[in-house]
């Protein structure tokens, strides 16, 4: 993240591809091999990531995450 300025989503989607998915409110990137994934708020204002959460696989495709996170997804 630190050698690239990202000015939207889509020039995030340039560099990270399938490894990032863009939910209502953030970004999921999938991370160490698949194992795990990071969910994150980005202000391209201010280019600050703010780390809502880290994951595993499983834990992401139980959905139970977004009960954490309402206003995130």
């Not at 300025?5 to 409110?25: A, M, Y």
Request: without cysteine.
């Amino acid at each position: 993240m630190t050698k690239n300025r990202f000015e939207s989503p889509d020039s995030l989607k340039q560099v990270f591809g399938n490894k990032l998915d863009i939910v209502v409110r953030g970004f999921v990137f999938d991370i160490s091999g698949n194992k795990y994934r990071l969910a994150a708020s980005i202000h391209f204002n201010t280019q600050t990531v703010f780390i809502r959460e880290i994951m595993t696989h499983a834990e992401y495709s139980k959905e139970s995450w977004k009960q954490r996170h309402k206003d995130f997804h």
